[in-house]
């Protein structure tokens, strides 16, 4: 298996969370011989594009008669171990900011070459929106003259930050997040977590299956979620010194581009958890609705608040204006202490402007 990057890490074929509907929908193609030359797998970080990827590549790899992929054939176990010569994976390597035009080259003379074991090759190019100019130029040359015995999946979370002339080439499959209670049935049945463990990751998570799966070796990301998921909390209650004392602490001294990337997940993060709010004053569990982690507290929160329906929906129109005032260059810290100010607390009913 080819990496760009230099590393060789495996890619489970056979375990996957969430994203039935995709799976059997390759699933499918690929039984009928009627793969798309390209996919572009669309979603958020750690939702799945790259599993969804292998998981396809398992299929295709997969000698078993039976159920594909099996997980246990010699395809599936050298795709396990990352080493499958008819599977690529393309990243961007950690020296450099995108992905480059050699990749890219790299990637085209394998395409150019026959399948080695498996009738069919698969190239995957994980943070495909990270492609430079030069390199997203030299990739639609062979999107243009598709392979006949290869196809390309290109994983992004941004699909219009690629030309549209790759995007109009590419089938896209929009992986949304996976609900929390899929989430732990799976780090149960498939990694053998204990199920209290598996539900608080999984709540974690906020949707992403590849974040749950490596937080089960990482306790100090837990641990960070857990301080974020703290002071999300807290902000409600908070008078506005220490809303803004906690927005200059979470931007820090960082360049623009870092403190926008940090708006937004903050902006994120607070989405759902007044979606959450939204939610329990209806009586509905937030964690039937696949929301973050927040969901143990926040039917008590606004409950003691009083938050009307009124005030959470006008906030979570704010959060989405808030969103694109920092998507069209506004200054991350400016939106969001205005942003903060509006914030419906326990003394003061929601400002509108």
Request: with cysteine; hydrophobic share 45%.
């Amino acid at each position: 298996m080819l990496l760009s990057d230099g590393s060789s890490s495996g890619h489970p074929s056979c375990i996957m969370i969430g994203h039935h509907w995709a799976r059997n929908l390759l699933g499918r193609a690929a039984e009928r011989g009627r793969l798309c030359h390209s996919y572009m797998f669309v979603g958020p970080e750690s939702v799945g594009k790259t599993s969804l990827a292998m998981h396809l590549a398992g299929y295709l790899v997969c000698t078993s008669s039976g159920s594909r992929p099996c997980g246990t054939c010699r395809g599936c176990r050298i795709l396990d171990h990352g080493t499958h010569p008819d599977v690529s994976t393309i990243s961007r390597a950690v020296e450099h900011r995108d992905i480059t035009i050699d990749q890219i080259r790299q990637l085209e003379q394998g395409v150019a070459l026959a399948p080695y074991e498996a009738p069919h090759k698969l190239f995957c190019i994980a943070d495909a929106d990270t492609m430079n100019d030069a390199a997203a130029s030299a990739l639609l040359k062979t999107l243009e003259e598709p392979p006949t015995q290869a196809t390309l999946v290109l994983a992004v979370k941004d699909p219009f930050s690629l030309p549209s002339t790759i995007r109009s080439r590419c089938q896209a499959l929009v992986l949304q997040p996976v609900p929390a209670a899929e989430i732990a049935a799976g780090l149960s049945e498939a990694h053998h977590v204990p199920d209290d463990l598996a539900r608080e990751i999984a709540s974690l998570a906020r949707g992403r299956p590849g974040w749950a799966v490596r937080a089960l070796g990482d306790p100090e990301l837990v641990e960070h979620e857990r301080a974020i998921v703290a002071i999300i909390n807290g902000l409600p209650a908070q008078g506005p010194y220490s809303r803004m004392t906690a927005i200059d602490a979470w931007l820090g001294k960082r360049s623009f581009l870092e403190a926008r990337e940090r708006a937004l997940d903050l902006l994120a993060r607070l989405e759902l958890w007044w979606r959450d709010a939204l939610f329990s004053i209806h009586g509905v569990s937030s964690q039937s609705a696949a929301s973050g982690a927040s969901a143990r507290h926040v039917i008590g929160i606004a409950t003691a608040q009083g938050l009307s329906m009124p005030d959470i929906v006008a906030f979570l129109l704010a959060t989405q204006v808030a969103a694109s005032r920092i998507a069209g260059n506004v200054a991350p810290r400016l939106a969001l202490e205005h942003l903060i100010a509006t914030m419906p607390s326990p003394t003061s009913r929601l400002t509108r402007v």
